[in-house]
């Protein structure tokens, strides 16, 4: 009965950020605004004191706002422009989450990528035999970073790690799939 | 895993960001060319007096506005408030002879509370799993349950889904039926405060 239409449209909403904040946020603001107009529009309709700005007050600031020194406008425009730009950008980016789906089976799995940093790192610190706090993992869309702080005096065989991560990443059925880097910092501890 | 219409939210951010764009790039290039600002601050002015006249003789056009303003605020707390919704406490719903092999003579309600001890209790067993959280959802017609379990540091995700799923099957054979479940691995502050296995 498990759907996988279902699953795979929950793996996806799942994996990425609805931009419910950001839409939010634009409405409200509007909100506050058109409040703010209809407010003023209903005072100046019944010839009471305007709240902030008259209605007349506001057209004709606006309409002799065009005869304003020219680089003044350029400025604000632009930077109006750039507040739009980054609007449509965000509007138009994917915008992960920082998660992946795993394979769909009897149930579909989304694992935070934190989660696989803590395994990887844990996996990095068993193979290497280092106190788990000398590992550092950062995990991007498609690339794994393990940094290891060597402890002074020991010498540390990179390549049992790389082995072990890899392996340990071999087991992950995780879209998108990672590739791991480990790298070993320059930086020692006293152990 | 809620209803949010994501495609709604994006197309509004657009729009918005058109209008803004379109506005300050309007601006801009209008101050730029010295032609078109005398041009257009010269119109500008001339319709200062006009305008202002309209907005004393005519008062209407105020209430208009006033008018728009609340249709306005009205759809966009509609569009505020119809997000994240699609929360379900109803797991399962079998009702009377719905189908012939189904008993007759009365309906069953099974809540996803139950649902929520039962696998609660089940999957916090393993030491790698923190906490759980079980919610119900409506997706696609469907009620669907979203576990969440807050792994411990250092968990393999791929055990603790195993584990999980293994979890799920019990669940499954009590019940008798399967409805569609997710299971998201988290690590979160419950993560870090609880500190690691230290026994391997």
Redesign the interface.
Known sequence: ???P???R???R??T?S???G???T???V??VV??W???E??L??IGQPALLVA??DA??AV??A??AP??L????????????????????APARRG?RG?TI????????D???A??L??TAS?AGDVD?SQVTVSVGARRARVEITRTSGRTLNTREIQEAVDA?LA???YRPALRATVRLSEKGTVG | MNSTNRFLNRLFVFVAGLVVLAAGAAVSVGALLPDAQSTISDGAESAVGPATDALDAQPWILWVAAVAAVLLIVSLLWFVFRQGRGHTGTLLRIDEASSRKAPSGGGVTLDVKVAAQVLEEAITRNPDVVSVDVAGFRVKNENTLRLTAHARRGASPVELRRSIDAAVAEWDAVLGTSTPIVIQIVSGLRTKFAGTNRVA
Request: aromatic fraction near 4%; glycine fraction near 4%.
């Open positions: 009965m498990s759907n239409a279902l699953y449209r929950v793996v909403r799942e990425h609805p931009r419910s950001l839409a939010i634009i409405a409200i509007l909100v058109l409040a107009l209809g407010t529009s209903v100046a309709a209605p007349q057209v004709t309409l002799s065009a005869a020219a680089p406008l350029v400025a604000l425009g632009a930077v109006v422009a750039v507040v739009g730009l980054v609007l449509i950008v965000m509007s138009l998660r795993a089976d009897r149930t579909a799995a989304i694992v935070d934190r989660v696989i803590q395994s790192a844990n068993y788990p340990e087991t992950y059925d």
